[in-house]
């Protein structure tokens, strides 16, 4: 028996997530505060109504609900622990808005939205890290967004957190995999309550479902789950896979790097239709460097 905590899991894409890992045979923590989509206020309801439906689909002690906060990742652990004895997947979902041009921001919108998307991963994951290294084994699937991985105009804070949390998950993954824990991102787009003001057409809308999300953290979450360390966009049925790709770039002579010759070798630098390539790790920087070093001195 597998058990699974799902935080942010009483409304759109956390529901779903919560819903398919039950399907899978996982029991549940749903774990929500029940506030709105700025993040204020709390109220039980949300994470009880998921509850009560897992439960009236696959029986009484299959989901409990925990609404802590996700900066307190302990107790939403201690919560799985107490009913369940383990921790076999998580999956890192809640999340707020609160959206505003960088001139207009405020310390509380960047320090709120930190607190829930950034901290809140990093908090439940690492309450639940021993445990997991403990077993030999764990599943966990952070929620990025494309507004991370590319920016997007009013969400300065948001995509900073976003891609924080990519960051910390493709460390967790080389960390982890050691021990057969396997830290995998995802940037979801399916309309709730967050996307609602998103304008759509109407055929989309019927597709950007989260039921067309959850899938792919069912897949991320199973045991047999062959990925440790990727980003997947997801979507609407749509799963494609994000990675870094570098320019072969351009080794300045000694002395010879200045303004003017990185401005003329701009076109090279930014080149990546010869002999790009994928790093995936801080070594493939260290490597490049000493490569290009090595080239300049064969010249
Ligand atoms: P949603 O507002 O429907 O659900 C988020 C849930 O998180 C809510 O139920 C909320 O009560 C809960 N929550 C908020 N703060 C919490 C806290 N501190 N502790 C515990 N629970 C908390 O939003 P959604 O669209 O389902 O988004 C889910 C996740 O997917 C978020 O991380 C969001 O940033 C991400 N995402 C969504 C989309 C999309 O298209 N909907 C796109 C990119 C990323």
Redesign the pocket.
């Known amino acids: 028996m597998l058990v699974a905590i799902v935080?942010?899991?009483?409304?759109?894409?956390?529901?779903?997530y919560a819903l398919q890992l039950s399907k899978l045979g996982a029991k549940v923590v749903v774990?929500?505060?029940?506030?709105?989509?700025h993040?204020v206020g709390q109220e039980t309801g949300?994470?009880d109504a998921v509850v009560k439906e897992i439960c009236s689909l696959r029986g009484k002690d299959f989901a409990v609900p925990?609404?802590?906060?996700?900066?307190h990742g302990d107790s939403?652990v201690k919560t799985a622990m107490d009913a369940y004895g383990r921790v076999d997947i998580v999956v890192?979902?809640?999340?707020?808005?609160r959206d505003v041009t960088l001139k207009n921001m405020t310390e509380e919108d960047w320090n709120l939205v930190m607190?829930?998307?950034l901290n809140?991963t990093m908090s439940v994951t690492k309450a639940a890290w021993p445990i997991m290294r403990e077993q030999n084994y764990g599943r966990i699937i952070n929620?990025?967004?494309?507004?991370?991985l590319y920016g997007n105009v009013g969400q300065a804070n948001?995509a900073a957190a976003?891609m924080g949390i990519a960051g910390f998950s493709l460390t967790a993954a080389k960390e982890g995999g050691r021990n057969n824990i396997k830290v995998n991102v995802?940037?979801?787009?399916?309309?709730?309550?967050?996307?609602e003001t998103?304008p759509s057409t109407a055929d989309v809308i019927a597709r950007?479902q989260?039921e067309y999300v959850a899938p792919l953290v069912g897949y991320l979450a199973h045991e047999d789950c062959a990925v440790n360390g990727h980003i997947y966009e997801v979507?609407a049925g749509w799963v494609s896979r994000v990675r870094w790709q570098r320019s072969n770039g351009i080794v300045f002579p000694k002395d010879g790097m200045t303004i003017d010759t990185i401005a003329a070798k701009l076109d090279v630098i930014e080149n990546f239709d010869t002999d790009a390539t994928y790093p995936t790790s801080l070594f493939d920087s260290l490597s490049a460097c000493e490569a290009a070093l090595a080239d300049e001195k064969s010249n």
Do not use: C, Q
């Open positions: 935080t942010g899991a009483g409304n759109g894409l956390g529901k779903a774990n929500d505060t029940g506030g709105n989509r993040g949300a994470a925990s609404y802590s906060s996700v900066e939403i890192n979902n809640a999340g707020i808005l607190k829930v998307h809140g929620v990025s967004s494309a507004s991370g948001y976003k995802i940037a979801p787009l399916a309309m709730s309550r967050m996307t998103i950007l989260p979507g």
